[in-house]
């Protein structure tokens, strides 16, 4: 879906969808007077997605018109080419045998210290979800083309280089959020201090570009170093906030995208380029790329309401405390105006937190953001769908259901 400016439209009401994931955990306790989501009562306006939707589904003027139009369930897990169900992330760790491995080896760090920070999130406990979607696309991209059952040693290249930009920037972001834990321990800026862990970052980022520099396609070259822009642009946007209540879901959408789904969009479109002429192709893979991206970062920000720290391996309400209003908050304060105050002043006043974390579980954010991230993920499995039936296409119409059902 192409990123549009969101318009407002009152007097409508978002229903629950039917199958929706179950976002809570039972030993995140819920706060007192929660409305429950199936409340049909509760009235309440919403953010159409006229323009955001119409670039992508041509017939549709409204999401109350795209609801109607979209299955309730989400049908991700039907497999189209008639064959058994394959575990998405068993069938891409084929290719990724020795991933953290290899990373470590192109780290290639002779001082100690700068060798146990650079390594530190490459202990195999990430979700490496990035890798598996480059590998799969890989994978079907090159069935697409000539029935090849083959992958290039340089598209898996892509999949080290995808997870390293990625471990490179959650370093400087733990940098810049003051952040003192990630993945259940602590974060390099903890134990070695912000400098050295900038520093950390930037040789994760230079490896990086020194394997792809290997690679020698200046196209994919040149796909990838977008990426490092986006993230740049997109930390820019994270810093900032709209004033004007009908530009905030676009800002957010557009951070949303340069921050998190751009990577894998690009990434995507990086191995279906090295394995097939065809732009068509480059263009299902990209556009199945960003529209998982961006559902699997909706994901992310409504679990920050609905799981414990436990659960996500760091602080949970953590954006609220940086001064991030992200979807469940935009959509909860049309329920609750007053919240607009707190988004401008970033939850800055004593108070500010709870009171924010409080409306977002009275009101239906997390289900409403949940709605879009189906809605996205429903975006994606019609693009990959394009491609020639085979196991590593049904894997990923079939990874778009756990990014929607994932609880970490």
Same mark, same amino acid.
């Given at each position: 879906?192409?990123?549009?400016?969101?318009?407002?439209?009152?007097?409508?009401?978002?229903?629950?969808?039917?199958?929706?994931?179950?976002?809570?955990?039972? &030993?995140?306790?819920?706060?007192?007077?929660?409305?429950?989501?199936?409340?049909?009562?509760?009235?309440?306006?919403?953010?159409?997605?006229?323009?955001?939707?119409?670039?992508?589904?041509?017939?549709?003027?409204?999401?109350?018109?795209?609801?109607?139009?979209?299955?309730?369930?989400?049908?991700?897990?039907? @497999?189209?080419?008639?064959?058994?169900?394959?575990?998405?992330?068993?069938?891409?760790?084929?290719? !990724?045998?020795?991933?953290?491995?290899?990373?470590?080896?192109?780290?290639?760090?002779?001082?100690?210290?700068?060798?146990?920070?650079?390594?530190?999130?490459?202990?195999?406990?990430?979700?490496?979800?990035?890798?598996?979607?480059?590998?799969?696309?890989?994978?079907?991209?090159?069935?697409?083309?000539?029935?090849?059952?083959?992958?290039?040693?340089?598209?898996?290249?892509?999949?080290?280089?995808?997870?390293?930009?990625?471990?490179?920037?959650?370093?400087?972001?733990?940098?810049?959020?003051?952040?003192?834990?990630?993945?259940?321990?602590?974060?390099?800026?903890?134990?070695?201090? $912000?400098?050295?862990?900038?520093?950390?970052?930037? !040789?994760?980022?230079?490896?990086?570009?020194?394997?792809?520099?290997?690679?020698?396609? @200046?196209?994919?070259?040149?796909?990838?170093?977008?990426?490092?822009?986006?993230?740049?642009?997109?930390?820019?946007?994270?810093?900032? &906030?709209?004033?004007?209540?009908?530009?905030?879901?676009?800002?957010?959408? $557009?951070?949303?995208?340069?921050?998190?789904?751009?990577?894998?969009?690009?990434?995507?479109?990086?191995?279906?380029?090295?394995?097939?002429?065809?732009?068509?192709?480059?263009?299902?893979?990209?556009?199945?790329?960003?529209?998982?991206?961006?559902?699997?970062?909706?994901?992310?920000?409504?679990?920050?309401? @609905?799981?414990?720290?436990?659960?996500?391996?760091?602080?949970? &309400?953590?954006?609220?405390?940086?001064?991030?209003?992200?979807?469940?908050?935009?959509?909860?304060?049309?329920?609750?105006?007053?919240?607009?105050?707190?988004?401008?002043?970033?939850?800055?006043?004593?108070?500010?937190?709870?009171?924010?974390?409080?409306?977002?579980?009275?009101?239906?954010?997390?289900?409403?953001?949940?709605?879009?991230?189906?809605?996205?993920?429903?975006?994606?499995?019609? $693009?990959?769908?394009?491609?020639?039936?085979?196991?590593?296409?049904?894997?990923?119409?079939?990874? &778009?259901?756990?990014?929607? @059902?994932?609880?970490?």
């Amino acid at each position: 879906m192409a990123l549009r400016w969101w318009c407002w439209r009152r007097g409508c009401s978002w229903r629950q969808v039917a199958g929706s994931p179950r976002l809570g955990h039972p &030993s995140c306790a819920e706060p007192l007077g929660m409305r429950a989501a199936s409340d049909t009562r509760a009235q309440m306006p919403y953010f159409s997605l006229v323009k955001t939707l119409a670039s992508a589904f041509p017939s549709v003027n409204s999401i109350s018109q795209f609801h109607q139009r979209t299955p309730a369930v989400c049908c991700c897990s039907q @497999t189209q080419s008639g064959e058994k169900y394959t575990d998405p992330f068993k069938l891409a760790w084929r290719d !990724l045998k020795g991933l953290y491995e290899d990373i470590r080896k192109e780290l290639c760090v002779s001082t100690r210290e700068l060798k146990d920070m650079s390594e530190y999130y490459f202990d195999g406990k990430g979700k490496a979800y990035r890798p598996i979607i480059v590998v799969l696309m890989a994978r079907a991209c090159n069935i697409h083309h000539n029935n090849s059952r083959d992958m290039q040693a340089s598209q898996r290249s892509i999949a080290l280089i995808a997870e390293m930009i990625h471990t490179a920037s959650l370093v400087h972001d733990d940098v810049i959020d003051d952040a003192s834990s990630r993945r259940g321990k602590h974060t390099v800026n903890r134990i070695w201090g $912000e400098k050295k862990a900038v520093l950390a970052g930037d !040789l994760i980022l230079s490896a990086a570009s020194i394997a792809l520099a290997r690679i020698g396609n @200046t196209a994919v070259i040149s796909i990838l170093t977008q990426v490092i822009e986006d993230l740049v642009r997109g930390e820019f946007l994270q810093l900032g &906030s709209k004033e004007n209540e009908n530009e905030r879901f676009a800002h957010y959408l $557009e951070k949303t995208f340069k921050k998190t789904a751009s990577l894998i969009a690009n990434s995507c479109k990086a191995v279906s380029l090295l394995g097939c002429p065809d732009p068509v192709v480059h263009e299902i893979a990209y556009q199945y790329g960003k529209n998982i991206g961006i559902a699997f970062q909706l994901i992310d920000d409504v679990l920050d309401f @609905t799981s414990c720290s436990d659960q996500m391996g760091k602080p949970t &309400s953590a954006d609220l405390k940086l001064g991030i209003a992200t979807g469940p908050v935009l959509f909860a304060c049309q329920q609750f105006p007053e919240m607009n105050a707190m988004i401008m002043r970033r939850f800055s006043l004593p108070g500010d937190v709870d009171r924010a974390r409080q409306y977002v579980l009275q009101s239906d954010g997390v289900q409403q953001t949940t709605y879009l991230a189906q809605q996205y993920c429903h975006e994606a499995v019609r $693009e990959i769908r394009k491609l020639r039936p085979s196991t590593e296409r049904d894997a990923l119409i079939q990874l &778009s259901e756990s990014v929607l @059902t994932r609880d970490k």
